[in-house]
């Protein structure tokens, strides 16, 4: 078996090295639960949701409830894309949020493996099979991969049409106008998915125009305008009635808020590129693409002005520098083996190359077996889970040790209503002659975020009810308390689950059971935390 294998490695290794990549991101699939970032869930899975079901039997399929109430300006092309999924998926009648999830991280598995066959295709053209194969190794086994390659992030999910593009730039030498164009259609793509990849297609338009001149170059302009009118305007007229009212909204947004989010030393990202490489590969990509900057122009010009831009910028999100990391792979592994080879190859820096390959296969072998099964921002989504499953309609969140109120995922209640919110301003006694005074429905249960100070303000609850039963504890997962330790700034929470019980006369539960859209829309809502 072994000797068939190898056998089969030998003849064939990209599809070799793909079935395993695939094999890694399945694991990631059926067992890492939950979303990165704020971003990812909130912007994508929810908002998709959240136009099927906002009055879904009043409105025709492709004109989705979209509402200006509460919401960042972001691109829709991607929350469109599984909004159409998700109609499809009701036609069969799947519904399950959980089985759902299954089904998108699939594709997004499946998806991802571009990146391999395309990090082969392009690394054969600048060198030998060889080292395309070792590149497709690090594109298709690197620890931070597999988890990233499921989940709903624009700056992973923007990667393929980017490498498709350099694909169709350097394939052929000189490309005929018709590749050209479809470079300008995956640039245009690659935008709509997320803005700041325009860095990218810059740097290689820049060098389309240095290699093949500027009117043969203006053919990836044509092409790149007409995609973006069409995903960008196109889609913004159906839902607004405003050609790109995303665009222009996320540009305003983020120069006037970019101040209001982390921020870090302009060497923030290149120490995070080379530090998801893992040291001392990354350091030796890094030195590489340093000394073979002009060799590799087509991986050196568009890292250069990506970091530029994203390191001068105000707002620095570990996630920003995902778009680039393949392509730092790429340049970096192979301008590093041509330095290796080119020197003179004594026994010490010899041993320094070999040890450091054993170094980075142990830890990221280590870390693949951690990360890639880890789930991640599970708490809240085990709240919504127990609460469907309870068939509850009505619910609060208290969170009056902190000035921050929760924003929970709803996707994986299936109930628009906004929670209720119990915060420092309006504690439960507050809270309660609130709900008194403006019959609102009462919450059946009532949900403590964190344990800070958690026996007093479970008493103060208890004193305006009949009883409060605790049912459920949900814990983070081993992933998001390691993430809490190493920054603090990652807050990993648990939270308690608590049945209320009414004395008799507090007031009749109303009976409307739900909310349609249109309330939902315009009830007292939480305040996200907003991450652009």
């Known amino acids: ?129 060889k080292l395309a194969i070792q590149v497709a190794w690090f594109l298709a086994a690197l620890w931070v991969f597999p988890i990233l390659s499921v989940r709903n992030l624009v700056e992973f999910v923007c990667i393929p049409p980017l490498m498709a593009m350099l694909y169709l730039l350097i394939r052929n030498g000189i490309p005929k106008n018709k590749e050209l164009f ?20 810059f740097a290689f338009g820049l060098l389309s125009i240095y290699y093949h001149n500027l009117k043969r170059a203006s053919f990836i302009g044509i092409g790149f305008f007409l995609c973006v009118i069409l995903l960008q305007g196109g889609i913004d007229y159906l839902f607004w009635g405003i050609p790109f009212h995303e665009l222009t909204g996320y540009f305003q947004y983020n120069l006037e808020h970019s101040h209001e989010y982390p921020n870090g030393p302009w060497y923030n990202y290149i120490l995070l590129m080379i530090g998801l490489v893992l040291v001392p590969i990354g350091l030796f990509m890094a030195y590489g693409l340093v000394k073979n900057a002009k060799k590799y122009i087509w991986f050196t010009l568009p890292i250069m002005l990506f970091l530029i831009f994203h390191s001068s910028f105000p707002n620095k999100q570990e996630r920003f520098i995902l778009p680039i990391i393949p392509f730092f792979i790429l340049g970096g592994w192979l301008s590093w083996k ?16 070999k040890n450091g390959l054993i170094f980075f296969a142990i830890l990221n072998t280590i870390l693949l077996i951690i990360v890639s099964p880890a789930s991640t921002r599970t708490g809240k989504i085990g709240v ?30 299936g109930v628009w209503n906004h929670p209720e919110q119990i915060v420092p301003i309006c504690q439960a006694e507050c809270f ?10 009462l919450p059946q249960y009532i949900v403590f975020s964190d344990s800070n100070n958690l026996k007093n303000r479970v008493e103060a609850a208890k004193k305006q009810l009949k009883n409060l039963t605790f049912e459920y504890e949900v814990k983070p997962s081993f992933l998001d308390r390691s993430l809490t330790r190493l920054n603090p700034r990652i807050n990993s929470q648990s939270f ?17 059971t739900g909310t349609t859209a249109v309330e939902s829309t315009t009830a007292t809502k939480a305040t996200p935390t907003r991450i652009p």
């Open 1 to 129: 078996m072994k000797q068939f294998f190898l056998s089969y490695y030998k003849l064939h290794p990209l599809r070799s090295i793909l079935f395993i990549g695939l094999l890694l991101r399945l694991i990631s699939v059926f067992f890492s639960i939950g979303y990165a970032f704020t971003d990812d869930h909130y912007f994508v899975i929810e908002e998709a949701q959240f136009w099927m079901d906002a009055d879904f039997d009043k409105l025709p399929w492709w004109k989705p409830f979209v509402t200006e109430k509460d919401r960042l300006p972001h691109s829709l092309f991607y929350t469109s894309i599984h909004y159409v999924l998700f109609q499809f998926w009701r036609i069969l009648g799947l519904e399950n949020p959980e089985i759902k999830m299954i089904f998108v991280r699939l594709i997004h598995a499946v998806y991802s493996l571009l990146i391999v066959w395309y990090g082969f295709k392009i690394a054969r053209i600048f060198s030998s099979t």
């Open 182 to 201: 479809y470079a300008g259609l995956l640039a245009g793509i690659a935008f709509s998915l997320r803005f700041q990849t325009v860095f990218i297609s």
């Open 338 to 353: 041509d330095e290796y080879n080119a020197t003179e190859v004594n026994s010490k820096l010899r041993k320094i190359h």
């Open 384 to 413: 919504m889970n127990y609460l469907r499953e309870k068939q509850v309609k009505h619910f609060a969140m208290e969170s009056t040790h902190k000035e921050n109120i929760e924003y929970m995922p709803r996707f994986y209640w």
């Open 432 to 441: 309660y002659d609130t709900v008194k005074i403006l019959k609102k429905p």
């Open 496 to 512: 308690y689950i608590y049945k209320a019980e009414y004395p008799e006369g507090f007031y009749v539960l109303p009976r409307t």
